[in-house]
């Protein structure tokens, strides 16, 4: 009875509590309520020892999520949703798997540095009736972070950094690499006027399975890892933090299976340039200001995208010139071609890789492709713009045994010192060694392949031999037609020096019957000669 008595009573306070509060909130004045709510907070403030914080989903701009909020999301996922008993999975955007997050009015707790924490997910959802199409929209949820308030100073310095820079890792690490090409000027347009497509990136390169020499390879990738560690060191020597890769060789040689191999090493987007579709240097500076950090840029064949030879600008005559033959329709017309063509410059592109606007962002890597490297600007390729220069060159047996590896499974055979002596006497790009030594079908095995590889090594080594000769062949005719050239050239001049030597003496004899002439006339004349 005793028990019952004093649940009955409890039961009444507690009910008197609730009707007394809605009578305060239905009744009293806001400002009087207002006022009494800031002074009961004020003095719960002397009581109460901890101190809270609240991290709002959507803050100043209705439409962008805080990104203080996404980072405290993947952090709180990352680290304490397995202490959470109550939890979401979303199915976020361009993310590799699902991502679990605190529940709605879940709790979770924290330490950093020895300090407890607790985090707290809230959702409130507005008290008026109104009827809206977009309901989501009117819900807000954010966190609330609580702590002693003898950790202030910790909390605020250094805990909410850490969470910011741990919740952006998260996300860089969860996220779906893309791969990105820029479209004309003419699309750009619509409310968000984006300049770069993008693609999921997807492509299965890597340095294990990239044919060529293992030192080279080696080489390159301690490269690649002291720059991903060099933020520091870039900071300390005062250059922006980026890196010049240039790709050259024979096509073939797989210049565009290191790109993806380098962007699956560092975990980076890429971003696939297009230099003929970019109008001039304003747009192309714009561009690169729209990319991201943690990227490659890359152009392809950068000797063929534009004529990059630094012109100077026309002479005044040649301008006159020109002006006096833009009557001409056909010269017209080829004027309005040559308008719709990019104007971006030799000193445009040199600037994006290497002036102030290279600055812009970090940790960029910005990779030439070239079949011909001898036809780039020297300017362009130099140290310091393109730091490091690699040769992919025709298949050496190391590479080839990296293929057999990758696509036969095999390690060694009784034909790879054949094999190994074909390629030591003939020029073959990788991706000719890995069309034989992919099987065409269920009964071609490994011994077949590796027979197609040497019958196509020894004939692509005959075919070597025949352009060689014929070149030679051609080279020596060419040479004799310059002999025979030269030959008649030199008779022709000896013709013509005859023929001038004879009209000379012709000449000559006719001065001397004039000269006589005139003395007999004088002799006449005088009727003496005086000698």
């Given at each position: 009875?005793?028990?019952?008595?004093?649940?009955?009573?409890?039961?009444?306070?507690?009910?008197?509590?609730?009707?007394?509060?809605?009578?305060?909130?239905?009744?009293?004045?806001?400002?009087?309520?207002?006022y009494?709510?800031?002074?009961?907070?004020?003095?719960?403030?002397?009581?109460?020892?901890?101190i809270?914080?609240?991290?709002h989903?959507?803050?100043?701009?209705?439409f962008?999520?805080s990104?203080?909020?996404?980072?405290?999301?993947?952090?709180?996922?990352?680290?304490?949703?397995?202490?959470?008993?109550?939890?979401?999975?979303?199915?976020?955007?361009?993310?590799?798997?699902?991502?679990?997050?605190?529940?709605?009015?879940?709790?979770?707790?924290?330490?950093?540095?020895?300090?407890?924490?607790?985090?707290t997910?809230?959702?409130?959802?507005?008290?008026n009736?109104?009827?809206?199409?977009?309901?989501?929209?009117?819900?807000?949820?954010?966190?609330?972070?609580?702590?002693?308030?003898?950790?202030?100073?910790?909390?605020?310095?250094?805990?909410?950094n850490?969470?910011?820079?741990?919740?952006?890792?998260?996300?860089?690490?969860?996220?779906?690499?893309k791969?990105?090409?820029?479209?004309s000027?003419?699309?750009?347009?619509?409310?968000?006027?984006?300049?770069?497509?993008?693609?999921?990136?997807?492509?299965?390169?890597?340095?294990?399975?990239?044919?060529?020499?293992?030192?080279?390879?080696?080489?390159?990738?301690?490269?690649?890892?002291?720059?991903?560690?060099?933020?520091?060191?870039?900071?300390?020597?005062?250059?922006?933090?980026?890196?010049?890769?240039?790709?050259?060789?024979?096509?073939g040689?797989?210049?565009?299976?290191?790109?993806?191999?380098?962007?699956?090493?560092?975990?980076?987007?890429?971003?696939?340039l297009?230099?003929?579709?970019?109008?001039?240097?304003?747009?192309?500076?714009?561009?690169?200001?729209?990319?991201?950090?943690?990227?490659?840029?890359?152009?392809?064949?950068i000797?063929?995208?534009?004529?990059?030879?630094?012109?100077?600008?026309?002479?005044?005559k040649?301008?006159?010139?020109?002006?006096?033959?833009?009557?001409?329709?056909?010269?017209?017309?080829?004027?309005?071609?040559?308008?719709?063509?990019?104007?971006?410059?030799?000193?445009?592109?040199?600037?994006?890789?290497?002036?102030?606007?290279?600055?812009?962002?970090?940790?960029?890597?910005?990779?030439?492709?070239?079949?011909?490297?001898d036809?780039?600007?020297?300017?362009?390729?130099r140290?310091?713009r393109?730091d490091?220069?690699?040769?992919?060159?025709?298949?050496?047996?190391?590479?080839?045994?990296?293929?057999?590896?990758?696509?036969?499974?095999?390690?060694?055979?009784?034909?790879?010192?054949?094999?190994?002596?074909?390629?030591?006497?003939?020029?073959?790009?990788?991706?000719?060694?890995?069309?034989?030594?992919?099987?065409?079908?269920?009964?071609?095995?490994?011994?077949?392949?590796?027979?197609?590889?040497?019958?196509?090594?020894?004939?692509?080594k005959?075919?070597?031999?025949?352009?060689?000769?014929?070149?030679?062949?051609?080279?020596?005719?060419?040479e004799?037609?310059?002999?025979?050239?030269?030959?008649?050239?030199k008779?022709?001049?000896?013709?013509?020096?005859?023929?001038?030597?004879?009209?000379?003496?012709?000449?000559?004899?006719?001065?001397?019957?004039?000269?006589?002439?005139?003395?007999?006339?004088?002799?006449?004349?005088?009727?003496?000669?005086?000698?």
């Amino acid at each position: 009875m005793v028990m019952g008595e004093m649940w009955s009573q409890v039961g009444s306070v507690i009910a008197s509590l609730m009707f007394a509060y809605a009578m305060f909130q239905q009744y009293f004045p806001y400002d009087l309520r207002r006022y009494l709510s800031k002074y009961t907070n004020k003095i719960l403030g002397f009581v109460y020892p901890y101190i809270e914080i609240t991290f709002h989903e959507y803050s100043g701009d209705r439409f962008k999520r805080s990104e203080v909020y996404v980072a405290i999301q993947n952090y709180l996922s990352a680290n304490s949703s397995s202490r959470a008993k109550r939890l979401k999975a979303h199915d976020i955007k361009d993310s590799k798997s699902l991502v679990l997050s605190l529940d709605d009015n879940e709790e979770v707790s924290d330490e950093f540095q020895g300090v407890k924490l607790w985090w707290t997910s809230y959702k409130s959802v507005p008290k008026n009736n109104s009827f809206s199409l977009y309901p989501d929209s009117d819900e807000k949820r954010y966190y609330r972070l609580t702590f002693h308030r003898r950790h202030r100073d910790l909390i605020t310095s250094s805990y909410l950094n850490h969470i910011v820079k741990e919740g952006k890792g998260i996300a860089i690490k969860n996220r779906q690499r893309k791969l990105y090409t820029n479209g004309s000027n003419d699309s750009w347009y619509g409310g968000k006027r984006t300049k770069w497509s993008h693609v999921l990136f997807e492509h299965p390169a890597s340095f294990d399975t990239l044919a060529m020499d293992p030192k080279t390879k080696q080489e390159i990738i301690n490269d690649l890892l002291k720059f991903k560690k060099g933020k520091e060191y870039y900071a300390k020597i005062g250059k922006a933090w980026k890196r010049g890769y240039l790709l050259y060789g024979p096509p073939g040689t797989g210049k565009s299976t290191m790109i993806s191999a380098i962007a699956n090493f560092l975990d980076y987007d890429v971003y696939d340039l297009e230099l003929t579709a970019v109008k001039d240097n304003t747009e192309l500076r714009k561009l690169l200001i729209d990319t991201s950090n943690k990227s490659i840029i890359v152009i392809e064949d950068i000797d063929c995208s534009l004529d990059l030879t630094g012109q100077r600008k026309k002479k005044e005559k040649e301008k006159e010139e020109d002006k006096e033959q833009s009557k001409d329709p056909l010269r017209k017309k080829a004027e309005e071609e040559d308008m719709n063509k990019s104007k971006v410059t030799l000193s445009g592109l040199l600037n994006f890789i290497d002036g102030i606007w290279s600055a812009c962002g970090g940790e960029r890597l910005i990779v030439f492709t070239t079949n011909y490297v001898d036809k780039l600007d020297p300017a362009l390729i130099r140290r310091g713009r393109m730091d490091k220069h690699i040769e992919l060159s025709y298949c050496s047996f190391e590479a080839f045994k990296v293929l057999a590896k990758n696509y036969l499974d095999v390690e060694s055979h009784d034909l790879f010192s054949t094999i190994e002596r074909l390629l030591g006497e003939t020029d073959i790009t990788p991706a000719d060694v890995a069309e034989n030594l992919m099987p065409k079908s269920d009964d071609e095995d490994a011994d077949v392949c590796l027979k197609n590889l040497v019958e196509a090594i020894g004939k692509a080594k005959e075919d070597a031999i025949r352009k060689k000769a014929e070149e030679e062949e051609k080279l020596k005719a060419e040479e004799e037609a310059k002999l025979k050239a030269e030959e008649e050239e030199k008779k022709k001049a000896e013709k013509e020096k005859l023929e001038k030597e004879k009209e000379s003496e012709g000449n000559s004899g006719k001065e001397d019957v004039k000269c006589n002439g005139t003395l007999d006339k004088e002799v006449k004349e005088n009727g003496s000669v005086t000698t």
